[in-house]
């Protein structure tokens, strides 16, 4: 993997912080969709929701300079577009020069920490509009969890969809990730029925304004059979939400199968994958990045 030097990332931060925004005024850009017509983005804004667990290893992404060095070889593959982040792990890589011709998508809303009574009020804890257009970012993403018996709910969706508007009145994409869920023994779970998602895409492409900078970011359903029926439900580009996958070999290449199928469909625009990739169970993040970026 790429090495990361972090007491040289820290010694920046501590001493010249005007760095950020000189990185981020010297970064160059791209545009969202390349000549590809096609997005493979790599996520890594879980921890900032307090989720840093992958398998059967609870704390795998509290390393930081580990995930950093997972996202400068992710990032270094071919085909590969670009990173969905908080302002932390994006400034980092921002300091070690890994976002140059890539896309920079910024998380927004990280206020639903996981595990936590107030999960479904997902405030927007992370980037703002204005944020992300300061600093010359690519898009933002958001979070629109749904639990019809949580009023939490009806918060995040009021604050979704004025997040959308400010997005818009800088044209700037912004990609929204939504779900209906319900607690389980006190858990939440996300229900990835036909039904449900395409109940979820429903209400997400009708909130705000206007929807022209909305893109959606699905998960493939329970059955992978039933993603085209699901994908009717709107006509705003998506891309598939890469998921949790079991941590098994044979989990990883079941996942392949259920992105290959989808990514077929006319409106799937591309894959936001993460943990899946940067930590594949047989340890080879190039061979999981490539195999990803040859479905698309």
Not at 30 to 45: C, H, K, N, Q, T
Not at 121 to 127: M, V
Not at 144 to 161: F, K, M, N, Q, V
């Amino acid at each position: 993997m790429t090495r990361v030097d972090a007491t040289e990332l820290v010694g920046i931060r501590a001493r010249n912080p005007e760095a950020v925004a000189e990185a981020a005024a010297r970064r160059r850009r791209r545009p969202l969709v390349g000549s590809s017509g096609r997005l493979m983005i790599v996520a890594a804004d879980h921890p900032a929701r307090g989720a840093l667990a992958v398998g059967d290893r609870p704390y795998a992404m509290a390393n930081r300079r580990d995930l950093l060095e997972r996202l400068c070889t992710a990032l270094e593959r071919p085909g590969v577009d670009g990173v969905l982040a908080t302002a932390d792990i994006l400034e980092d890589l921002l300091l070690l020069g890994a976002l140059d011709g890539k896309v920079a998508m910024g998380s927004m809303n990280r206020g639903g920490l996981a595990g936590a009574a107030f999960e479904l009020d997902d405030r927007f804890t992370g980037y703002r509009a204005e944020d992300l257009a300061r600093l010359g970012f690519d898009a933002g993403k958001l979070l629109l969890r749904i639990d019809y018996d949580d009023p939490g709910s009806l918060s995040t969706l009021h604050s979704a969809a004025r997040a959308i508007d400010a997005m818009a009145a800088h044209r700037l994409p912004v990609f929204v990730e939504p779900f209906i869920c319900r607690r389980v023994g006190g858990v939440l779970r996300n229900d990835l029925s036909a039904e449900a998602v395409a109940r979820s895409m429903a209400i997400a492409s009708g909130l705000a304004g206007t929807s022209a900078y909305t893109w959606l970011k699905i998960p493939v359903t329970e059955d992978p059979d039933d993603m085209a029926r699901v994908m009717e439900t709107s006509t705003l580009p998506a891309v598939l939400l890469g998921g949790d996958v079991d941590g098994t070999v044979g989990g990883q290449a079941a996942a392949y199968g259920k992105w290959r199928g989808a990514l077929r469909l006319p409106t799937v625009q591309g894959l936001v994958a993460g943990r899946s990739l940067l930590y594949p169970a047989d340890g080879d993040i190039t061979a999981a990045v490539d195999t990803a970026v040859g479905l698309l």
